[in-house]
Each structure stands twice: as C-alpha cells, then as structure tokens.
C-alpha cells in the first residue's frame, strides 16, 4: 500500500522568507502523480502545485516549487517569498497512474510570522 | 479551475436520524466521486469512491450501511450518513474527478457534521 509521509507538524516562517516542508512516499508503482494541497482556516482543499512522476523537471507555479527526488521518493515543497496568505495547513499527496485515488500525508501547519 | 459545490456547509442532528450531504460538480461531468472524512487536526481519510451509475467502493473500515453512497448522474453525489451518533459528528469533504478532462480532482466546502 502506498504511504505518504509528513515529518514536521508544524512549521514557520517570517514574511517574505523562503521555507521548505518535506514530504517521503512509499510506492511501488513506477507512473504516479504528487500533488500540495493548502487548506487554509475555511478548510477548503486548494490545489497548489503537481508534479507527474515521468517529468524529471521539478514543476513551479510562481512562489511555490518542488524538489521532486524519484530515486528517493521525495517530494518537499518551497515556498518564496512567503506572505501571511500562505498560512495553512499543508497536505502532500500522492494518486497512482492506474486509479483516481488520492492518498494524503498526516500535513504540515504553517505560520507566517511578521 | 472548475467547481464543486458541497451542501450544506454545516448541519446539527439529533442522535438518531439521518442526515444527507450533496456534492455537486458545477461545470463539468464528474465520472468520478470521492468522499473523505477528516477529522480535528488529521488528515482527510477516503472513505469511498463512486462512478456514475456504479455501487460505491468503501474503504476497509468504513461500514457501507451507516454511510450510503450514490451517484445517480455525473454531476452528483449524496452522501447520506444513517442513524447518526456522536461519534459520527466530523467533517466531511467531497472532490470530483472527470480523468479525461482534468489532471486533478476538485474539493467541494466541506460539510460539518455534529450529531447531538
């Protein structure tokens, strides 16, 4: 069975820094798919980046970029330039290639400090 | 991206009766429902997987009977939680998938269960 894991529970950053939050997946399928889901306070799901497991280039989407490390299933997030919107709870995911099936990590509360 | 609507956004019952939540997939045809239950602080835990027109797939764990599951057409879901006890009192959370369309499924508001 697939497994993803969260090791920090909690994390923080000052506006406008950089951090990083780590996520490891145990997978014995060689096509699959990572995502970062952020749930803020309202506790909607919002998509926040994916990466497919054949693309070697990690994938950005502005502020936020992965470090994708297939060989040793690792899949952190990096946030720049971190603003207090970004505040949330942070949930690292993984879907197999064959099915619609999202497993999720236990997640990583962020704070943005000032 | 597209939308999902999840109604209602919060509901009480007394112990004892049932309670239904729906998912609704706004702007497009969701071949696929999924529905989660996350508890304070936890993760979202799947509880079942639906296709249109299909019977429900349930986690192990998960009893069929307590939480009934269709998906009569491709844009909803209902989610119907039967003789609710406290112990039933969560959040509940409903993503869409249509696998051709989109490379992601989309969540529904949630819905927060609390059975008195």
């Known amino acids: 069975a697939q ?20 996520c490891t997946y145990d997978t014995s399928e060689s096509d699959y798919y990572l995502f970062w889901y952020k749930q803020p306070p309202s506790r909607q799901m919002i998509l926040v980046i994916r990466q497919e497991a054949y693309k070697q280039q990690n994938a950005t989407e502005n502020r936020f970029s992965v470090n994708f490390q297939k060989a040793a299933k690792s899949f952190s997030l990096k946030i720049s330039d971190s603003q207090l919107g970004d505040a949330a709870m942070y949930f690292c995911a993984y879907e197999p290639g064959t099915a619609s099936k999202l497993t999720f990590g236990t997640g990583t509360r962020l704070q943005v400090t000032l | 991206g597209a939308v999902v609507s999840q109604h209602p956004s919060r509901v009480i019952c007394k112990s004892g009766t049932s309670v ?31 296709n249109e027109g299909s019977k429900a797939t349930y986690e192990q764990g998960v009893e069929k009977d307590k939480f009934l599951i269709n998906h009569a057409s491709l844009t909803l879901s209902t989610l119907t939680v039967t003789s609710a006890h406290p112990e039933d009192s969560s959040f509940y959370i409903c993503s869409a998938r249509d696998r051709g369309a989109f490379t992601e499924a989309f969540f529904g508001q949630g819905t927060r269960l609390t059975v008195v």
């Open chain 1, 3 to 22: 497994t993803v894991t969260q090791s920090q529970p909690e994390m923080s950053v000052q506006e406008a820094e950089t951090v990083t939050l780590s």
């Open chain 2, 20 to 50: 239904k939540i729906e998912c609704r997939s706004l702007d497009f045809q969701a071949t696929t429902m999924f529905w989660y239950r996350q508890f304070p602080k936890q993760s979202l835990m799947l509880m079942a997987t639906s």
